[in-house]
Every structure is written in structure tokens, then in C-alpha cells.
């Protein structure tokens, strides 16, 4: 239960930055889409999915989002540099993702930093 409170004071923080954004259209729909990039089967091992799910479902239900819902979606970058920095141009060339989740390997966020701090992007690794 602590764990999902937190989740959702990290989340609320999320969006109170992301709506930092400047004339960007991101976030202004009615889906507010973050990515995730990690090593996808290593984190559904530990129950990581599981848990985000859950608390992202929780947080969807509440109205503080004022009818927004918070979507995931996630890229597999298999703890690879070269993989990693792929995922990094592909979610800042998307232009929809109001933060990142991860990445989860220090390698890979040393990798990928300039490319989302060029792009604006919050990342939470």
C-alpha cells in the first residue's frame, strides 16, 4: 500500500512538471502517455508490470487526473547500450511521452542522458 502511495506522489509530480512543457501538445489529449524503457523480462520477472499496472489502474480511477488517463508503453531495450539508445531516439522522436520510466541501467541512462535532456524529456531512471 506504501509503495502504490508513493507511486501515485511520484505520478502527480510528473504531471505537474510535464505540464511545464512550453507550446508542446504533449499531455494535452485525454491520454497522458509516458514510456518505459528497461529490460522488459527481467522487470515482469521481479512483478515490476504487475505492480505499475496496478497502480496506474488505481491512479486512473482518481479524479485528480480531471478525466485524463496515464497510458504506458513500453521498449524493451534488453539492458543493451546500443539497443537502449535506439529506444531513446525513438521516444523523443514519437514527440508524445510526458516522461520516461528508466532506463533502469546506469550504462544506458550515461547513454541516453543528452538525448532526452536535448529533447526536453523528464526522465526518471
Do not use: W
Not at 505540464?19 to 494535452?28: A, D, L, V, Y
Not at 480531471?66 to 546500443?82: L, N, P, W, Y
Amino acid at each position: 500500500m506504501h509503495k502504490r502511495r508513493m507511486l501515485a506522489a511520484l505520478t502527480a509530480a510528473i504531471l505537474l512538471l510535464a505540464g511545464c512543457s512550453g507550446g508542446t501538445e504533449i499531455g494535452k489529449g485525454d491520454v497522458i502517455y509516458f514510456a518505459l524503457s528497461g529490460p522488459l523480462a527481467a522487470l515482469e520477472g521481479m512483478g515490476f508490470q504487475k505492480g505499475m499496472d496496478l497502480a496506474i489502474g488505481e491512479i486512473n480511477e482518481t479524479p485528480a487526473l480531471s478525466g485524463k488517463t496515464i497510458a504506458v508503453e513500453q521498449f524493451d531495450d534488453r539492458e543493451d547500450m546500443t539497443e537502449g539508445i535506439k529506444v531513446a531516439q525513438k521516444v523523443v522522436s514519437a514527440n508524445k511521452y510526458s516522461a520516461l520510466i528508466g532506463p533502469f541501467s546506469s550504462n544506458i541512462a550515461l547513454a541516453t542522458k543528452n538525448t532526452y535532456n536535448e529533447n526536453g524529456l523528464l526522465v526518471l531512471s
